[in-house]
């Protein structure tokens, strides 16, 4: 059987289309970080994308290659994600997506070292002729949030956000979003082949008990 996280960790990939307080421990991502309008043709953020899913299938078929990774298993490579913050704010403002800075991110199988993590940015270099200097190995631990299933466009989040936001001060806890937690998506519809209207994304909401 193949290992598939979305599966495996269903509190954290598919959660109800209701908010829910969640604990997320440390992981490991494969992360680009970049700015601008994600919807910009030529943009940073597309160009992250293709970054991170190069690295991704790189390790993902080093099964097949020269390198015996440790510990590798098979297993179906994590879904997209990204933490978007504008400077100087806490809320995301949707009418300025111009503004946005973000780190766009894959996890990470935790059987994959930092070495192992360089002989994929190195071997993607040297097969695909891309440079891939901005992709990072970067370690984060979450820790509590409110989350919930966001179902529709990624522009009618704000309402999803206001169910978020009311249900973690009903249970008693409060927004912690600063300069290191971070507004966070999982996207778990390709945006390229999926109307609007069905797109599944989680969102995630740092938050601090009262």
Sequence with gaps: MVFDYKKEYKEFYMPKNKPGIVEVPEMNYIAVRGQGDPNA?????????ELLYGIAFTIKMSKKGSRQIEGYFDYVVPPLEGFWWQEGKTEIDYAHKEDFQFISV???????????????VQEASEKKKTDFSKVEFWTYH????????????YDDEPATVELMHRFMEEQ???????????????????????????????????????
């Design 41 to 49: 043709e030529g943009g940073e953020y597309k160009r992250s994308i």
């Design 106 to 120: 894959i996890r990470l199988p935790d059987f994959v070292t930092k070495s192992d993590f360089a002989w994929a």
């Design 142 to 153: 979450e820790g509590l949030c409110v989350q919930c299933m966001h179902l529709g466009s």
């Design 172 to 210: 008693g806890y409060a927004l912690d979003i600063t300069g290191q937690r971070i507004h966070h998506e999982i996207y778990l519809s390709d945006a390229r082949r999926t109307a609007p209207g069905k797109l599944k994304t989680v969102i995630r909401h740092p938050v601090r008990k009262v």
